[in-house]
């Protein structure tokens, strides 16, 4: 394996796990935190207790808050913020880059949609480093837990660029016994896959709490499916991407597993708690809120039905009662599968 020197943005627990993987793999791997009292927990214990508690971290990942130092003579960098920081991490690499006169390979590892814009997070990277600093843009996505990674539990992901060698190049990268890099060159459809599948795990979560055994999510996700694949091919994404690790695959980790930030969500609105509660007391992004609502805008915007979606909009932003919302979606007139 051709040993890369890969800087990870953001070392939350995602950014932490795949900075873990690269360093297993033997690379040379900085840590960029931008909570200088994570770097002393990073470099002396070899952990990130708030995050990945005391799973040991290879003595490979160091850490650093300074982001020059991180991105010196990187050949990837890999950005693990969640959305609302993605543009101002990418401006400050870009200006470093600028700095020190040097191109990367740049991968994104975030999953959601820009409020506003709706744009993913390869394009906030692609406006904000430009691509005379880039020798490739894609992103990593897939059913990949950080608590299951640390723990080498066998992980399935894609590398995702319009660019295969790009692809390749991270599949390389990543790949070990335990983690299996798949490539793929549809970014759009990995990218709308792994953002709009967190609103279908928010309603998983609630279907949990209520009581409602494996029918009622079995159709969730079914249909969950369907309407984030009408989504992504009205912007061009390849159908069959949705079958994938990007689709079918992330949906159904982050819809079931108890490690889903967006699943416990949903758990604990359908137990009544306020959003805002339950925000602040998660202390890990739960990117599927904001997705939600501009997933619901942009089904709007594009005259793609996702009635499913709406109804969780519903929920979250207009306090709708949850059983009244299934009862809503239920009484929806029938029609035809396929369509
Ligand atoms: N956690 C997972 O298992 C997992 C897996 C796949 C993808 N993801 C995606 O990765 C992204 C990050 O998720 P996470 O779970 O690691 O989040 P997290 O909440 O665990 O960590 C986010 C990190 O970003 C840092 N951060 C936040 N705002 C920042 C800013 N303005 N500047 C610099 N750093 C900032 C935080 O300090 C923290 O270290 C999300 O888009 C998520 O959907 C997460
Ligand atoms: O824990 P979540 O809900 O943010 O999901 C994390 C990943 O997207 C799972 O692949």
Redesign the pocket.
């Known amino acids: 394996m051709s040993n890369e020197v890969i800087a990870v943005l953001g070392a939350g627990s995602w950014g932490t796990a795949l900075a873990n993987v690269a360093a297993e793999n033997g690379h040379d791997v900085r840590l960029w935190t931008y909570k200088p009292e994570q770097v002393v927990e990073i470099n002396e214990q070899h952990r990130n207790s708030k995050y990945l508690g005391d799973n040991p971290l290879d003595e490979g990942v160091v850490a650093t808050a300074d982001m020059t130092e991180a991105v010196r003579d990187a050949t990837i960098v890999l950005s693990v913020v969640p959305t609302k920081a993605t543009r101002e991490v990418s401006k400050h690499l870009s200006e470093v880059l600028a700095e020190l006169d040097q191109q990367i390979v740049l991968i994104a590892a975030t999953?959601g949609l820009e409020p506003g814009t709706y744009k993913r997070a390869s394009e906030m990277l692609a406006e904000e480093v430009p691509a005379t600093q880039r020798l490739g843009l894609g992103i990593i996505s897939?059913?990949?837990?950080a608590e299951g990674v640390i723990k080498h539990d066998p992980t399935l992901v894609s590398a995702v660029s319009e660019d295969l060698a790009t692809a390749e190049r991270v599949q390389a990268a990543f790949t070990n016994n335990v983690f299996r890099v798949y490539t793929n060159t549809d970014l759009i459809g990995a990218e709308f896959g792994?953002a709009l599948k967190?609103v279908i795990?928010i309603g998983a979560g609630a279907l949990e709490s209520l009581g409602f055994d494996a029918n009622a999510k079995a159709g969730l996700f079914t249909r969950g499916l369907a309407e984030i694949s009408r989504l992504g091919q009205a912007f061009g994404a390849n159908p069959i991407t949705f079958m994938g690790l990007s689709g079918v695959g992330?949906l159904f980790?982050?819809a079931t597993s108890v490690?889903?930030?967006?699943?416990r969500a949903g758990v604990q609105l359908g137990e009544g708690k306020k959003l805002d509660d339950i925000v602040e007391n998660m202390g890990m992004v739960?990117?599927g809120i904001s997705t939600t609502k501009v997933a619901h805008e942009l089904a709007l915007k594009k005259h793609v039905e996702m009635p499913i979606t709406s109804t969780i909009y519903r929920v979250l932003y207009e306090g709708q009662d949850i059983k009244e919302a299934i009862n809503e979606l239920m009484g929806r007139p029938v029609s035809q599968e396929g369509k």
């Open positions: 999953k897939g059913p990949s837990h792994a967190n795990a992330d980790v982050t490690h889903s930030r967006n699943y739960i990117e």
